[in-house]
């Protein structure tokens, strides 16, 4: 099947699973196309599809996605939370934060080591050394790690030390940069751009999926709008919307989505009765000092109570912490 | 008190409860002045706001409002549906929803008489009749009904029949209505504007609270955003927000704020999750036949369902419905 | 034919110009339909529009449409001026600026009587008072006069002083306002609401064109965008493509338009090269004691400069001011 | 100077012009800085700005940079119009076009290599072969060339190639890109987010501006919006505003403005009556058969026509063509 569509002149995109194998292409949607596959031995059925992120869309690939991290599951039925700093600022104040966000339930530990910047002159991260102490908390309290990779050059030494690799909202249309993220075997969380439709959001997977890397997480953290109030607005509606479109799971990200310390909590709880699979959340044993973000990072007490009120309403749409 | 503000100049706001008397106007804030009230016997405290909602911050009344419909209270611990269809079509429609919704466990019935549309070749809702036959549906089934003026010609009319007037959003800056909703007796829900800001909704608030009615719930509805999957953006963080900013109850109209049937479920959810007072709720009996906003509409069934899910996140967040 | 048409359950618009009757109504687009219409005596020709704007549209209209105040045209070749104050705030202010603006080339003055304001707190203009000053200083200078009404009490006495009738941008969707304006006689200027699309704009004129008032003019005056350096983002590309959708002449708002008094003549002259016909622009006397809108009003010597420059350009591109 | 600014531990950016030396640097706005300064020989003045774009802003240079690109001058009283077609698409249409411009006045042809595309699965370009036509194109025609890097990768191949270096809308906030764009020796031409503020885009030109490179041209290409009808909204105030913030050259390009073909006229006599230094056009030999950007391309003829109508409106404001 696979040579007959590369002898079409298409490009060809596999899944294996469960004995299945899935083979995606981008051709013409004709009606002889559809027959010439349906007839060759092996082709349980040939789906066509009218959205343009072809790999992408729950009509290729029904089941939802499930991101395995070690023994952690991503887009099960566990919602994952994922906390820690904004950047990482020093190794003690990770290593305090690391230690209180597995406490309270966390299983994988967030912390900038790049971190993109509006301004030239704002602190931009400690770079490999930030990735060495991300990698020494791992190694330390057994969480995984997730970090941002900002350009080509930084993806293969960010993907040697994290267990995700994270493309930023204002990356997520570097072409070049989600390409690069397509060759990694890593998973990969893509945050939808500050003003991005959801489709083109499932557009930027779909350069990483096409180029081979299946283990795409998707995580909503707000758009722009006209509210002043807030930092973006948290649409939180897109998560039902997106397991709907796409078999990827969706994290939401309430930090940056509000801008907002005492709204972190019930954007938190929303997110979860609307059906996230995990939460990216900012927390600081020391809010006020942080480096950067510091008005939206929860203090770890913060984030323990913020814990139980998401566990309830986890149970109460049938799922767990 | 209240004349020295009218002999200063100023047009004083009262507002009664649990024996304490809250008067609030809009003055220079001088220190000066704060003393003088300050000295002044049977005066507890004298608050300076820096909020231009004035009457509507929580500044000015800590506790929520709670709003009173015969027995049923909106803005305390029970959650309140409001449920019908958008337009009243026909007197049997209407009671088949009526009934359908009050078993399924709604307090309040809405239904539009008269329709704002976009279009003036559209529909624009039954009138006076269909006011009639809101009155009538009230009558059988004992539920409150809530329907819309659009223009200061209606407010008279519509609040004879009317339990609670409501407010669209294409009306939220037209300052004669809010002023003449001022001037009732009858509690109004606010809808925000498509593309209002938090403050601009609560500065429309102020509109009524300041010309006398203090009965006013505010209503998110979506927001318009550059997403092309959904009618507008649901500002479910908008709740949270809102009942930190002021003292009024919040409702939150998934329906519109979606325009998509299949995500009203997870909408509420949501925003029942981030704290909201009420839900406001389309239901037809024969969605895909609606004279408008069929495709955001919910089958009886469907809204049923919904109450069942929605239950179990007022449970989580210590509330009921 | 009108008989027909009202037969068939239809609403027919009549627009008589240069011995031709141009009617119009919405109805079923079917074939038989049209060639009923088109074996009638007396018929020309049987258009069908696609557009939701029946009688807005170019189609329906090929002609530009030209407003006649007095000797003034509006939507013909020369390029016309109105000036004036945001708001009329006393008789002597309004008198300096109307002789002012008369010299520089306006031909018609505006000044606002009812004021829209955000706040119910803020000024509300001197009213029928100040619609008495603005017919004296027509009488006194000869220009003609635009103000606006903000709700279906004033449309009437509003239109008794008025020579063209002002709907402002939060009123665009206020459709029992838009229905008033379709009942009088005389011209009406409809602002673009602040974050309106250009068919909800044509869609707010069919609204007066329907009800029989066929002396509509649009306003482009910003819109709402995520800037904060100016107030609105005035959409000047907006000009020439309502005059492709539309036979109605265009205004642009340049002051509403940008917020910024330095930016005023800049956009004045964008906006007469992209093909306004008019121009409407706030003038002061003492622009920085101005009650309202003072940072984006011009003093009169800015305004005659701006005049000399736009001259120049309404001559690059075959027109006059 | 330079060396008491490094003691204090600060980055200075020096810039020469005129016999006069410009040092920026990014301090402690206090007093005893300003005047530790100003006491040193061989210091004119000390200016303190509040703009969080240092080295872009008006008052770190007041007069307007000019950019040289062989004898063109961007940036001064000529009007520079650049055109091409959007993709190289091959050898023989691009000299068609190279002609075609050229013979019309333009200066500078345009034509991507490298094309972003939304979709993983759209032509992206002919890439290096495409540099090579481009170079072809120059030394036939004697325009010079300017093209886009999308990413850190290409920018020295393409900076090889091109006279001008672009950077793409939704590269604006591609940090890593802009530093290395700020590492050349080559022209830059900025294109502003489809999202982004003004602020945003100077803190964007800042980057490059830092890193040493104070060849840049911000571009103004239309911003989203909730209007349907066209592209984009073409942001022509921001030409003014621009030109009033910083010191850099402000090109327009009216056809990713609007994207559409009949309003790239009118839209670039607005964007050089409000003071453009130049116009970006795509023409193309047969719009309706391009790989990219049809809709908005015009032909060669149309080319010629707006180039006689838009040299009216430079002629009206003192410039040429």
Do not use: W
């Not at 699973?17 to 196309?33: A, L, N, P």
């Not at 009120?309 to 749409?317: P, Y």
């Amino acid at each position: 099947v696979v040579r007959r569509i590369e002898e079409l002149g298409f490009r060809p995109h596999l899944l294996s699973e469960g004995g299945r194998t899935v083979i995606g292409f981008m051709g013409d949607e004709t009606k002889s196309m559809q027959s010439t596959f349906a007839a060759m031995s092996g082709v349980e059925s040939v789906v066509m599809s009218r959205k343009p992120y072809r790999v992408a869309c729950r009509e290729f690939k029904a089941e939802g996605t499930i991101i395995r991290v070690g023994d952690i599951e991503i887009g099960a039925n566990r919602v994952i939370l994922m906390a820690g700093p904004c950047a990482v600022e020093s190794r003690s104040m990770l290593m305090e934060v690391a230690h209180a966000v597995k406490e309270a339930g966390a299983k994988i530990l967030r912390g900038g080591a790049y971190k993109p910047r509006t301004s030239p002159y704002s602190f931009k991260g400690l770079r490999e050394k930030g990735l060495e102490i991300l990698a020494e908390a791992r190694e330390k309290t057994g969480l995984a790690i997730i970090t941002e990779a900002m350009s080509i050059q930084d993806v293969k030494l960010v993907s040697q030390y994290a267990d995700i690799l994270q493309i930023g909202a204002r990356n997520m249309q570097n072409f070049a940069l989600l390409e690069e993220a397509g060759n990694i075997k890593k998973p990969v969380l893509l945050k939808r751009g500050m003003m991005a439709t959801l489709e083109e959001l499932l557009m930027a997977a779909e350069y990483i999926l096409s180029n081979g890397n299946q283990q795409v997480m998707l995580c909503e953290r707000g758009i722009r709008t006209f509210e002043r109030y807030t930092r973006n607005t948290l649409d939180i509606v897109s998560v039902p919307l997106l397991k709907d479109l796409t078999h990827l799971p969706v994290i939401v990200d309430p930090s940056h989505g509000t801008g907002v310390r005492g709204l972190v909590k019930p954007a938190s709880r929303a997110a979860v009765a609307a059906g996230a699979d995990g939460l990216l959340i900012e927390v600081h044993p020391n809010p006020d000092e942080a480096l950067s973000d510091g008005p939206q990072s929860l203090c770890p007490e913060d984030f323990r109570n913020l814990v139980d009120e998401v566990k309830k309403i986890a149970r109460a749409v049938g799922r767990e912490i």
